[in-house]
C-alpha cells in the first residue's frame, strides 16, 4: 500500500467562503463542490489540495486529514492489525471512493480513502 496524497479538511460552516482566498486570490482551481464539501487545487501539482467542509459526508464528522492510498483494504487490513479502532466503514461512498475513518496516536480523526 503506497499514499497517494495527503489532503487538509477545514471545517466550517460555510465552504464558499474559501473562493475569494483559495481561488480568487492564490488562482487554485474548484475541483469539487457538492455543497458540504468544496475541494481547491493546483492544476499542475495534484498534491496541492485543500477541503472546506460543513461535514465529512454522509452526515458523518469532519475529518482533520484525508488521505488517499493505492488500496483502501489493505491499509484497513494494517490498522486493525496495529490496533487502531475503525470508527466508520469501511463504506463505498455514492461520489466514487471507497474509505472508512480512523483516529492517530494524536486523537486526529483521518479519512483513508482511494478512488474506485
Same mark, same amino acid.
Given at each position: ?20 482566498? @483559495? ?64 470508527? @466508520? ?11 472508512? @475513518? ?15
Amino acid at each position: 500500500m503506497q499514499v497517494q496524497r495527503i489532503v487538509a479538511n477545514v471545517s466550517t460552516a460555510d465552504p464558499t467562503l474559501a473562493k475569494r482566498f @483559495y481561488q480568487d486570490v492564490l488562482g487554485l482551481d474548484l475541483w469539487m463542490d457538492f455543497g458540504w464539501i468544496a475541494t481547491y487545487g493546483s492544476p499542475q501539482q495534484m498534491t496541492v489540495q485543500i477541503s472546506f467542509m460543513t461535514q465529512g459526508g454522509n452526515e458523518t464528522s469532519t475529518p482533520d486529514l484525508s488521505i488517499e492510498v493505492d488500496d483502501v483494504d489493505e491499509a484497513l487490513a494494517a490498522m486493525q492489525a496495529a490496533g487502531f479502532a475503525i470508527e @466508520y466503514g469501511p463504506v463505498d461512498e455514492p461520489w466514487g471512493v471507497r474509505r472508512f @475513518y480512523v483516529r492517530d496516536p494524536f486523537g486526529k480523526l483521518v479519512n483513508i480513502l482511494a478512488h474506485r
